[in-house]
């Protein structure tokens, strides 16, 4: 009967595979397993009162509405205060800019939707977002991969990767998903240059921009790109798809993001989010307008900010202490995640089925890369454990690291 159905499904499903992260977290679901798999917010600094407080009025005071269908857009007071703080961080949009959609993946399965045809080329950092590749592989996206360093994507590589005709380009700039890594200043304006001149636009995904533990603050390539093209305040026009998100700063239960686009794009996102859900939740929206207006966000990041950083700073410090010398790893300045490197001959994936039997688990690196590669690297997550968990996780996984580097020895 199985094989009846297999017959029966679109070919395009011979390409969608389970995220290896949510098949990971199911198998780390026990209580005594410490998981730095994970890109998980804490739930200690959920604003639940304040949500409490938001959930009651929505629904005392405009329940009707909030209960009922909406706009596509999106719930229009929210949008605009997107708008306005979008314009108070250096941006240039109005309110036809943006779109409201059911979390950052939705935005990615849209924009895959509208742009991609059977066989084009994207390119992408390498690693990058597996969330991204989920989203795409569905409608047959190949992918052209750009190396990274501890300045980002290496722009240098990217006047060959253009001649090839990619539709877009895929970044991460600020502490990426999964590297932690940030580009600099002087690369995001290379891309943008080097995007404009080929004619390429670029999809900038920026779901942690706001949670920067140390060094100074960067534009985001939208809004270079609407400094380069001299924009006035007003409707954005130029070469820059941006996505974030509420996930990060509010809750991700709450399944809110949104995208800032030309508004011929945010049409074409608009008539494919009506086949797809018609509209993300009206309630979501409007609690979620409830607690971020009136400042609130700029009251609570800090908090975020204040426990993230504490937590990165303990896991660095415990790494120094209990990973072997032959391991590297990033020191994220923001963001949730930091990225180890193996020496060669090690796979993360074995390190992995130890360091299960050790109760503790993290994410093997192979699957942020599209053009393959990455066995010896390895995700890892500090902004869901506490402090003594980061400790007593970090100091577990160093042991099955020192466990599997002594048996290839010996077996040499």
């Not at 999106?74 to 409201?100: C, D, F, H, W």
């Not at 959609?101 to 994207?122: C, E, H, M, W, Y």
Request: net charge negative.
């Amino acid at each position: 009967m199985e094989t009846l159905w297999e017959n029966r499904f679109a070919q395009r499903t011979q390409r969608m595979e389970s995220s290896a992260i949510r098949e990971l977290l199911k198998l780390t679901e026990q209580p005594d397993v410490i998981s730095f798999a994970g890109g998980l917010p804490s739930p200690d600094v959920f604003p639940i009162e304040e949500f409490r407080v938001a959930c009651n009025k929505v629904l005392k005071e405009k329940g009707e509405q909030a209960l009922q269908y909406s706009v596509s857009e999106g719930y229009t007071p929210l949008r605009e205060l997107i708008v306005e703080q979008s314009n108070a961080s250096g941006m240039t949009i109005g309110i036809e800019n943006l779109l409201i959609v059911t979390g950052s993946q939705q935005a990615l399965d849209l924009l895959g939707k509208i742009f991609i045809n059977p066989g084009d080329r994207i390119l992408v950092e390498h690693p990058t977002y597996l969330g991204a590749l989920q989203a795409w592989n569905a409608y047959n996206a190949e992918y052209i991969p750009i190396p990274m360093d501890h300045d980002g994507m290496v722009t240098d590589a990217l006047m060959d990767a253009m001649r090839s005709g990619p539709k877009f380009i895929y970044a991460l700039p600020n502490f990426q998903n999964p590297s932690g890594v940030t580009m600099s200043l002087e690369r995001r304006k290379k891309l943008i240059e080097i995007a404009d001149h080929y004619g390429v636009p670029i999809v900038e995904d920026d779901p942690y921009g706001r949670l920067r533990y140390e060094g100074d603050h960067l534009p985001s390539i939208f809004q270079i790109d609407s400094q380069f093209r001299n924009h006035e305040q007003g409707v954005y026009n130029g070469n820059v798809i941006y996505t974030s998100t509420f996930s990060k700063i509010l809750s991700p239960g709450i399944r809110l993001a949104w995208v800032i686009a030309p508004p011929a794009v945010i049409r074409r996102m608009v008539q494919a989010k009506q086949g797809t859900d018609l509209h993300t939740s009206t309630l979501n929206q409007m609690i979620a307008y409830e607690v971020a207006k009136d400042g609130f966000l700029e009251r609570h990041i800090p908090k975020i900010i204040e426990t993230y950083g504490e937590r990165r700073n303990i896991m660095l410090g415990a790494l120094d202490s209990e990973f072997p010398a032959a391991v590297e790893w990033t020191s994220p300045e923001g963001g949730l995640f930091l990225w180890g490197t193996l020496p060669e001959h090690i796979s993360a994936v074995e390190i992995l089925e130890i360091a299960v039997k050790e109760k503790v688990a993290f994410v093997p690196g192979h699957s942020f890369f599209p053009g393959g590669g990455g066995h010896n690297t390895f995700r890892i997550n500090f902004s869901n454990a506490t402090p003594e968990m980061i400790r007593t996780g970090v100091s577990r996984l160093g042991k099955a690291i020192k466990k599997l580097i002594a048996q290839k020895e010996e077996n040499d």
